[in-house]
């Protein structure tokens, strides 16, 4: 299987910013969907943003406009430009990879993001 490595979390102050990275080790293929999905104590699992290879985004409404996910298919690696952080940001984050195409769904070890006021 996959390894998903994830970078770029940590601990930032309400206003700051981060930039969270997830190498895959395997290719990212134009049929593979990668995503960034966010995990608060006592809550569900949820999508953060997802883009495909024709570079279609999706964002969860509490983060649009201050989220901006990417890819660098050559790196093997999706970004996620965090701006404007709130507390309820607080969350473990979780890199996805997923490609129907080739029966492959992974999920990274999650990266913790604590946002302080």
């Known amino acids: 299987q996959a390894r998903l490595v994830e970078s770029g979390g940590g601990s930032v102050q309400a206003g700051g910013s981060l930039r969270l990275s997830c190498a895959a080790s395997?290719?990212?293929?134009?049929?593979?969907?990668m995503g960034w999905y966010r995990q608060a104590p006592g809550k569900q699992r949820e999508q953060v943003a997802t883009i495909t290879s024709a570079n279609t985004t999706n964002y969860a409404d509490s983060v649009k406009g201050r989220f901006t996910i990417s890819r660098d298919n050559a790196k093997n690696t999706v970004y996620l430009q965090m701006n404007s952080l709130k507390p309820e940001d607080t969350a473990v984050y979780y890199c996805r990879y997923s490609d129907r195409t080739y029966g492959a769904d992974y999920w990274g070890q999650g990266t913790l993001v604590t946002v302080s006021s």
């Open positions: 395997i290719r990212i293929f134009s049929t593979t969907v």
